[in-house]
């Protein structure tokens, strides 16, 4: 099979939403009057992402819900992706179910691949999404995007779904952590098949004030939300755990706080609201489908704290949670 078989057999569909897809020296699309692109792009790389021998059909899937996930971050509703291939060689065995891993969730969003690269080489994936946000009469600068610039003193801090159970699956897979059948399944599917937070995201827009998703872990990724709005935040560490639902199966407390605060791969959302927002966000949650908690809120006083039941600091910035900093062979954490 040569490369231009390979695109045609497996990545090439009709694209009815773009004016050009696959097939010429680049895709066009029509940006809708009043709307703005959201772009994006994630890398995964076999032995640093994901181990070469994963199943086909999750990687698939993996490649685009990590990008979709970037968009869910910004409010933004998916239009289309290209794709960048490095195979090592063109096995139909590997592309087949690989390929509907990847149509799969594409067809649940509507997001249509209309382009990319394929080229010989080791194992590399690499997807640019692209998605639209409106935009403003108010000016060129102005977006209805969630940013992670946004949040204000007093915001309260909320994240979607569960943490800490696709780090804890790995751990499982590395053969550091014994899980029970039930727990393994379940974070092993979190692991290799994240949901992207696609509706909340959107339903979030005009609502939350910032919003990133949790690729790095809570602590990085909520980190990145803080720096960029120059606050700080106090998150409650029972509102955190309680976001894990294996915390009753005798797992190591450290290492399940650890998964749970800054284990990567959740491809949940954390976000921010102003209190006043509170009934607005449970709205969002309920019309998404999607859990929310709330776990802190946002303070003038710049850095990370998490508290125990009587307000007492735990530990500072992250401090002592450098489990996975150690841990170079395969990191849990894909975004790029
Ligand atoms: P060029 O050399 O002009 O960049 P290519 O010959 O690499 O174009 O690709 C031919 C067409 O196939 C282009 O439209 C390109 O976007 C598309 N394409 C290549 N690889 C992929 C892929 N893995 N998935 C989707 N489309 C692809
Ligand atoms: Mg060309």
């Known amino acids: 099979m040569g490369e231009f078989e390979l695109i045609q057999r497996y990545f090439t569909r009709s694209s009815p939403g773009a004016i050009v897809g696959v097939g010429d020296d680049c895709a066009i699309l029509q940006t809708a009057p009043g709307m703005q692109l959201a772009i994006s792009t994630d890398m995964l790389v076999a032995g640093r992402h994901f181990s070469p021998d994963v199943d086909p059909h999750a990687l698939g ?36 179910p690989f390929s509907a891993g990847l149509w799969e969730l594409a067809d649940a969003h509507g997001c249509e691949l209309i382009g990319g690269d ?44 569960t943490l800490g159970e696709a ?45 990133a998703d949790v690729s790095d872990g809570l602590l990085g990724d909520l980190g990145h939300i803080l720096e960029r709005s120059a606050v700080g935040a106090q998150l409650e560490d029972a509102a955190v755990l309680a976001c894990c639902p294996w915390t009753d199966r005798g797992i190591d407390a450290q290492l399940l706080r650890d998964c749970v605060l800054s284990g990567g791969d959740d491809y949940e959302l954390v976000f921010t609201a102003a209190p006043a927002h509170a009934a607005a966000v449970a709205a969002a949650a309920h019309a998404s ?42 990191q849990p954490g894909t975004a790029a």
């Open 118 to 161: 394929t080229t010989r080489g080791p194992l590399n994936l690499c997807i640019t999404v692209f998605g639209e946000v409106p935009g403003d009469a108010a000016g060129p600068t102005h977006t209805h995007a969630l940013l992670r610039s946004g949040a204000r003193d007093g915001d309260d801090v909320y994240v979607s779904g």
């Open 61 to 96: 899937h993996k490649a685009l819900a990590v990008n979709l996930s970037d968009l869910a971050a910004c409010g933004a509703r998916p239009l289309a992706f290209t794709l960048a291939l490095a195979l090592p060689s063109a096995d139909a065995a590997w592309l087949d």
């Open 289 to 330: 489908g999607t859990p929310v908690r709330r776990i802190g809120c946002i303070t003038a006083r710049p850095g990370l704290r998490v508290v125990d039941n009587a307000g007492h600091a735990m530990t500072a910035d992250g401090g002592g949670f450098d489990h996975f900093a150690q841990d170079d062979n395969l």
């Open 167 to 211: 780090a804890l699956g790995l751990q499982h897979l590395l053969g550091k952590l014994h899980l029970d059948a039930l727990a393994a399944a379940a974070c092993r599917a979190r692991l290799e098949r994240p949901t992207p937070r696609v509706a909340l995201g959107l339903a979030l827009r005009g609502i939350a004030s910032a919003c």
